[in-house]
């Protein structure tokens, strides 16, 4: 069977996925994460389909290995382990594709050429997804890769949404608002009319609440405003980053506090958002179930920020008919959820209390003039299709 291998690479995991390639591959034979690159990698291996494995996880990997030793392991694991299955392309999510790429490309060596011009936009994770690229093109340089593009999605916005208020020199040299979590909004868009009908193509607002949080507002599923902007720590507080700050205060910590910018980048991408207001946990999970009141105020801080900038993204939409939750937060925390609409009932948005609490997909009240839907996202998925298509 022909498959394709799906790579999705993080600051410091790797998710991927093996798919059968098709027309509209939906479901993955096989999915894996590598996480904790860079301090103690666990890899684990889970097989949905037919070669019989339940999860796995190796072992023997050596702590400080990189991306790329990793991307290798884990190409000798599937040739060890999947006879049967013929590996015919491989599509990367790439962070960051500028304002050239608006659609999914095949990589080419003048194309790598040109995402790497890119780093300095998306430092955290463009670097991973490169390095990734390049040891499949080492180890198997017969396989085509297909890169698909975070910032993709969002180019259908309108030229004001896009722009800050900087000279034009700056605009013009690219310090533009691109966003991202792209490849996750294009999922919910394509799979909102099945679940929701006709509003899938009215204003909708998609809500992707994980480590990494964005809101994106939408009108005939396009992207019309998304939180994110020129990198991925504008917008709403997220687990690690602190999302929308006053510039000045970015100029004060480097000119009145003496720091560089490598420390001052440190605490704003490393050391703010819920671990930097709780100083307990980025992770929502815990700081759910801690007794801490600085646990509580960084829970409601994140979702007092969620509410105020999903108002101004109803601005950019002009009204508001369904909210999409979606990622680890969006999809499991309903008190997270909770909070942030209770900020939103004058917008006439209502939960029914017992659907909200159990995740259900349809979580508004029938009095509610806004839909409330819950939708696990599948970046993966949206990759496998893309590369599908490109093949074609
Ligand atoms: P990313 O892909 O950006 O690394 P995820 O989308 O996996 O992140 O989301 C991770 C977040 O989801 C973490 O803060 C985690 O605590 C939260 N999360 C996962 N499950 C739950 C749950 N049941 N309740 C609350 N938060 C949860």
Redesign the pocket.
Known sequence: MDVILVMNA?SS?IKFAIYATGPAPQNALIRGKIAGIGSAPDFIIRDDGEQGLQEEGLENIDPSATHAELTVRLLDWIDDHTAGYDLTAVGHRVVHGGRTYHAPVVIRPDIMATLAELVSLAPLHQPNNLAVIRSITERKPELTQVACFDTSFHRTQPRLAQLFALPRSMTDAGIIRYGFHGLSYEFIASTLPAVAGPVADQRVIVAHL???SSMCAMKNRQSVSSTMGFTALEGLMM?RRCGTLDAGVVLHMMDQMGMSCKEASRVLYRESG?LGVSGVS?????L?SSPDPHAREAIELYCYRAATQLASLVCTIEGLDAIVFT???G???SS?RRLICERLAWLGVNLERYANDSNATLISSAASAVQVYVIPTDEEAVIADAVCTVMA
Do not use: F, K, R, T
């Open positions: 993080g995991s994980g480590n990494g687990g819920l980025n992770d929502m999970q815990v759910s990622a680890g937060i999809e499991n925390s997270v």
